[in-house]
């Protein structure tokens, strides 16, 4: 059974930092691209970063050189080092991989950025 399970959210000021983990089992993660992706009220979820299987990565435009997403295929999991950060990437972040043809999510973790 695949399981994905997020932590690492909270509430920071303007500027500050968190780092978000996801946690993978129930796939052989080492070979599996994964992503995050954030979700605001009222609208759809968006591709934040991505990570494939070789380490290769991807960003959205908003976050690039703010974002960084890693992966540790020993501990199997995958971060995302979020640094300076503004009030617009207030969301939940949910952790995803596609097993299979099928695309599983964790339950996110909420991130609000506000003074």
């Known amino acids: 059974q695949v399981r994905l399970v997020e932590s690492g959210g909270g509430v920071v000021q303007p500027g500050g930092s968190l780092r978000l983990s996801c946690a993978a089992s129930g796939i052989n993660f080492k070979i599996h691209p994964m992503a995050w992706y954030r979700q605001t009220p009222g609208k759809q979820r968006e591709l934040v970063a991505s990570?494939?299987?070789?380490?290769?990565?991807e960003y959205a435009d908003s976050v690039k050189d703010r974002f960084a997403i890693s992966r540790d295929n020993v501990r199997w999991t995958v971060s995302l080092q979020m640094n300076n950060l503004k009030p617009v990437d207030t969301a939940v972040y949910y952790c995803t991989t596609r097993f299979r043809g099928t695309d599983f999510w964790g339950r996110g973790t909420q991130v609000t950025v506000s003074s």
């Open positions: 990570i494939g299987s070789g380490g290769e990565t």
